[in-house]
């Protein structure tokens, strides 16, 4: 349960049989960030943390569990005290960013690549003796193609907006946030 007191602060109330309570001073809200786990995106879904000062770990505190992102949206909207900057449209970025995330996804194949080929070619024998030639081959073309999905994901869900009060970032491509 998340209640906003008449003096602004909000008490965020959870538990069933054993209940928590905590209170966050208005005054020390700094903004929030919006969670979107793949999975949970699918049902659309997300989670919503406060970003404040002087609470949580590392100044995040859970404002509301896995919910509807239309929840999500409005008591972020709500918290944040301003309509918008969770469901607004964000600026993309470009075709260096794009290079630069697909590059960064892509070390993990050349490596294993080099894992793979290198001892091939110091002892001139092949080492998988009981698998073809062909399946090493085949496992790093898919894992690429995979990396490459995901770099995609990554360069789509970049980017960045402007409020009146507020900065809007988003990143991520298995966990997608927006953080204002």
Do not use: C, Y
């Amino acid at each position: 349960r998340v209640v906003r007191e008449p003096n602004g602060n909000l008490r965020i109330t959870r538990g069933l049989l054993t209940t928590h309570s905590q209170t966050v001073e208005r005054a020390k809200v700094r903004g929030a960030r919006m969670g979107e786990p793949f999975l949970l995106r699918l049902v659309r879904g997300a989670e919503l943390t406060a970003i404040a000062t002087g609470v949580g770990t590392g100044g995040t505190i859970k404002v509301l569990p896995p919910a509807p992102r239309e929840v999500v949206t409005a008591v972020g909207h709500e918290l944040l005290e301003e309509t918008g900057p969770l469901s607004m449209a964000l600026t993309g970025h470009g075709p260096a960013a794009r290079r630069r995330i697909h590059v960064r996804h892509q070390w993990g194949t050349l490596i294993l690549a080099a894992l793979v080929a290198v001892p091939t070619w110091v002892t001139d024998v092949w080492w998988f003796d009981r698998i073809p030639g062909w399946t090493p081959l085949a496992v790093l073309a898919v894992l690429g193609l995979l990396n490459v999905v995901v770099a995609e994901s990554a360069w789509r869900n970049l980017g960045h907006g402007l409020t009146e009060r507020h900065l809007v970032v988003q990143t991520g491509a298995f966990i997608r946030t927006r953080e204002v």
